[in-house]
C-alpha cells in the first residue's frame, strides 16, 4: 500500500478522487495499524506540540552552550514592534517563529523533528503564522500537516533526509518543499499546485551544503530556518497562480539524490569544509574547544 513515488500518489488521487491529506491519512492508518481517527488525534498532537515550541522559543532568550546563539529570535521580536517587516504581519511572524523554534532545538526544548531536529522550525513557522493571519481552521491545519508528511515521506523512500548523506538540501531543503505542500492545501490549492508548489521549492534549493561550523547545529543552520520558509512562501504563491516547475518533481528527487552522491564528503555535516573551515569558524571552535579543556 505504501506510495514510493509522486506519479503514484497522482495516479491514486485521481483513481480515488481524494486529495493528499485523505491519501496520507490512509498510509499512515495503514503504516500505523491504527484508525484514521486516531492519526488525526496523533496529527493534532503534533500540531500542538510545534505551537508549544513556538511559544517557549519566543519567550526565551537563553544562549546555547557555545553562547553563540539563542537570542536572534528576540532580536527580530524587537525590530518588529519598532519597525514592521516590509513584507507585512505574516512574514514577521513566519520568521520568528521559525526561529523560536530552531532556538528551542539548541536549548533542547521539545521540538518536532520535521523532518529533521536542524530544520525543525520550517513546516511549524509557516503552518501556525498563516492560519493564525489567515483564520485557517484546526482541521485545516491539520489536512496541511498531512500533506507535508506525506511529502517527506515519499522524498525519504529514495533518499535519506539528513545532512550526513545528501547535504542541506535533504534537510531545511525538503522541509521547505514540506511547508509549501502544507501552505497550499491550507490556502485551498488542488492536487496538481500542491505538487507543483513541492516541485519549485525542492529544485530551487538543490545543492545546499551541510556545514555546520564546530558540528553544532548552531551556525548557520539555525538562520536557514527563517530563509527556507519564506522559500515555501515564494514556492506556493507561484503554483497557485498557475506557474508550473518544467522537471516532474519524481525526477527532482532523483536529482537531490544525485547531487547528494556527488557533494564532496566534506560538505555533508563532517565540518570539514564550507563555512565551518572558515578563519572566523576555526577561530570560534578553537576558543569554544580550549574553553571546554
Not at 57 to 64: N, P, R, V
Not at 271 to 276: E, K, N, R, T
Request: proline share 2%; glycine share 6%; with cysteine.
Amino acid at each position: 500500500m505504501t506510495i514510493l513515488s509522486f506519479s503514484e500518489l497522482i495516479e491514486r488521487c485521481k483513481k480515488e478522487n481524494k486529495r493528499i491529506y485523505e491519501i496520507a491519512l490512509e498510509e499512515e492508518a495503514f503504516l500505523q495499524a491504527e484508525t484514521l481517527d486516531v492519526i488525526r488525534i496523533k496529527t493534532l498532537e503534533t500540531l500542538l506540540a510545534m505551537k508549544d515550541a513556538i511559544k517557549d522559543g519566543l519567550k526565551s532568550s537563553e544562549k546555547s552552550i557555545s553562547n553563540w546563539c539563542g537570542d536572534d529570535c528576540i532580536k527580530l521580536q524587537n525590530k518588529y514592534k519598532k519597525t514592521p517587516a516590509l513584507f507585512g504581519k505574516i512574514f514577521e511572524k513566519i520568521t520568528t517563529y521559525a526561529l523560536a523554534t530552531a532556538e528551542e532545538n539548541l536549548r533542547m526544548g521539545r521540538i518536532v523533528a520535521c523532518p529533521t531536529a536542524g530544520s525543525c522550525g520550517i513546516v511549524p513557522s509557516v503552518i501556525v503564522a498563516v492560519a493564525e493571519e489567515e483564520n485557517i481552521s484546526e482541521t485545516e491545519q491539520i489536512n496541511g500537516l498531512l500533506t507535508a508528511g506525506l511529502v517527506g515521506l515519499i522524498v525519504s523512500n529514495k533518499v535519506q533526509l539528513a545532512g550526513a548523506v545528501a547535504g542541506c538540501q535533504a534537510e531545511c531543503g525538503v522541509a521547505s518543499a514540506m511547508a509549501a505542500a502544507a501552505l497550499t492545501q491550507m490556502l485551498g490549492g488542488n492536487v496538481d499546485e500542491i505538487l507543483q508548489a513541492t516541485a519549485l521549492a525542492l529544485k530551487n534549493i538543490l545543492g545546499l551544503t551541510c556545514d555546520p561550523v564546530c558540528g553544532l547545529v548552531e551556525v548557520p543552520c539555525i538562520k536557514r530556518n527563517a530563509f527556507l520558509a519564506i522559500h515555501a512562501v515564494t514556492a506556493s504563491e507561484l503554483a497557485l497562480c498557475g506557474v508550473e516547475s518544467k522537471i516532474p518533481l519524481d525526477e527532482i528527487v532523483d536529482t537531490l539524490k544525485i547531487t547528494g552522491q556527488l557533494m564532496s564528503p566534506l560538505l555533508k555535516e563532517t565540518s570539514q569544509g564550507g563555512l565551518a573551515k572558515t578563519k572566523t569558524a576555526l577561530d570560534l571552535e578553537k576558543k569554544l574547544f580550549n574553553n571546554k579543556q
